[in-house]
């Protein structure tokens, strides 16, 4: 498979903004209520990543034990699932479609440092990791997508979502958004 421009622009965009996307380890590894995006554009393609706090999706930050935990966690897999495209709104005209390249909820490296792979499931420390639900989506449309617009609306579906920092990297430059959970931005 041929690398085009559009995966060397998404690859920049996640170098530039590991500071962005990694947990900082001073005090809490994420702000509950916000959610981070990065969309990359070139030509008919884009490419959307995110990552968003377990616990402004389901209403707590660490790995499902109970039944109604995991439910909580499927439902949040079925609705970025079934509506994706609601909450990442290209414009009807550009007919995009979208493939899922991962979606899954991970721990924040909050263990990093114990290096523990041996046994995850038991924690000798008393604490529990927070976790964050990761998300990479590929976009085609019919049409060019740089130059035109995307409503990105988390806080409908997710009410606890009260801010979403959004990076674009597309063929004509880039640029950094602060939306308040949902709201609509150039891909310039």
């Not at 034990?65 to 609705?79: D, G, L, S």
């Not at 997710?158 to 640029?175: P, T």
């Given at each position: 498979?041929?690398?085009?421009?559009?995966?060397?622009?998404?690859?920049?965009?996640?170098?530039?903004?590991v500071?962005?996307?990694?947990?900082?380890?001073?005090?809490?590894?994420?702000?509950?209520?916000?959610?981070?995006?990065?969309?990359?554009a070139?030509?008919?393609?884009?490419?959307?990543?995110?990552?968003?706090?377990?616990?402004?999706?389901?209403?707590?930050?660490?790995?499902?034990?109970?039944?109604?935990?995991?439910?909580?966690?499927?439902?949040?897999?079925?609705?970025?699932?079934?509506?994706?495209?609601?909450?990442?709104?290209?414009d009807?005209?550009?007919?995009?479609?979208?493939?899922?390249?991962?979606?899954?909820?991970?721990?924040?490296?909050?263990?990093?440092?114990?290096?523990?792979?041996?046994?995850?499931d038991?924690?000798?420390?008393?604490?529990?990791?927070?976790?964050?639900?990761?998300?990479?989506?590929?976009?085609?449309?019919?049409?060019?997508?740089?130059?035109?617009?995307?409503?990105?609306?988390?806080?409908?579906?997710?009410?606890?979502?009260?801010?979403?920092?959004?990076?674009?990297?597309?063929?004509?430059?880039?640029?950094?958004?602060?939306?308040?959970?949902?709201?609509?931005?150039?891909?310039?």
């Open positions: 498979m041929k690398i085009g421009i559009l995966t060397a622009l998404v690859i920049g965009v996640l170098l530039t903004s500071s962005f996307a990694k947990p900082k380890r001073q005090g809490h590894a994420h702000v509950h209520g916000e959610a981070k995006v990065d969309i990359g070139d030509g008919t393609k884009a490419s959307i990543s995110f990552n968003i706090d377990t616990h402004s999706l389901t209403g707590f930050e660490h790995a499902a034990k109970t039944a109604k935990e995991k439910a909580a966690v499927e439902k949040v897999y079925k609705t970025f699932r079934s509506g994706i495209s609601k909450m990442f709104a290209f009807p005209k550009l007919n995009c479609k979208f493939e899922e390249r991962k979606l899954l909820f991970a721990e924040e490296g909050h263990h990093d440092e114990h290096d523990n792979d041996d046994d995850d038991d924690d000798d420390h008393g604490h529990e990791g927070h976790q964050s639900l990761a998300g990479d989506y590929n976009v085609t449309c019919a049409k060019r997508v740089a130059s035109s617009k995307v409503r990105i609306d988390l806080k409908s579906s997710f009410s606890a979502i009260q801010k979403i920092k959004v990076q674009v990297l597309s063929e004509n430059g880039a640029d950094s958004v602060e939306l308040p959970g949902a709201g609509e931005i150039n891909l310039r």
